[in-house]
Each structure stands twice: as structure tokens, then as C-alpha cells.
Nanobody, 119 residues
Framework: VQLQASGGGLVQAGGSLRLSCAAS????????MGWYRQAPGKQRELVAA???????NYVNSVKGRFTISRDNGKNTLYLQMNSLKPEDAAVYYC??????????????WGQGTQVTVSS
């Protein structure tokens, strides 16, 4: 099982980016999925999460600006980020809890995608 994140880049403050995270491999089922971020010198934090039923939650600092979604048919997770601020700059990681053909649940991480916001 692999998670492949993409969509990061350089954007001006106030701009938008859309991150994607595609899960592949011997996947039977995907439970919760989420986006985390880690800025230099800071701990990794949960930005947004979504259950298999589509229930979402966000860290307060991104509420109203970021939207997490998923396409269960494509095993893909998204994060639409609008009104970006310099403090949003970080490496963004996707995470998913996946039941694989090995008949067990596991937590998987994408490789990280850099988001840079210029002021």
C-alpha cells in the first residue's frame, strides 16, 4: 500500500492550492483519512480529517479556508486550501487508515508535499 501526495507549490498570500493524495496497492477498505503539516521547528499537527462517511473536522486555524474531501471510488483524498497565509507554509502529509489484503489495518503516510506561501 502506498500514498502519493501531490499539489504543493509556491503561492502568494491569499492564493489557493489543491492537494491530492492517491492511495494504491492491495486495498480492501479505507477508514479515516487526514492531512497533517509540519513547519520547520514545529511539531506535526493535524490540519483536517475525514471519516469514510464524510464527517470532517479541522484545526481552528484553517476553518472556513480549507476543505477536505475524498473520492472513495478513486481512493483519493483532497485538501482545497483557499486564502492561504504565510503561517500555512509547511510540508503537508496525508495519512490513511487502510485495511489491506494482508487482512490487517495499518496507518500509512504519504511522502509529503511542500507548501510555500509568500507574503
Amino acid at each position: 500500500v502506498q500514498l502519493q501526495a501531490s499539489g504543493g507549490g509556491l503561492v502568494q498570500a491569499g492564493g489557493s492550492l489543491r492537494l491530492s493524495c492517491a492511495a494504491s496497492g492491495s486495498i480492501i477498505s479505507i477508514s479515516a483519512m487526514g492531512w497533517y503539516r509540519q513547519a520547520p521547528g514545529k511539531q506535526r499537527e493535524l490540519v483536517a480529517a475525514i471519516t469514510s462517511a464524510g464527517i470532517t473536522n479541522y484545526v481552528n486555524s484553517v476553518k472556513g479556508r480549507f476543505t477536505i474531501s475524498r473520492d472513495n471510488g478513486k481512493n483519493t483524498l483532497y485538501l482545497q486550501m483557499n486564502s492561504l497565509k504565510p503561517e500555512d507554509a509547511a510540508v503537508y502529509y496525508c495519512n490513511a487508515r487502510i485495511f489491506s489484503s494482508q487482512a490487517r489495518w495499518g496507518d500509512y503516510w504519504g511522502q509529503g508535499t511542500q507548501v510555500t506561501v509568500s507574503s
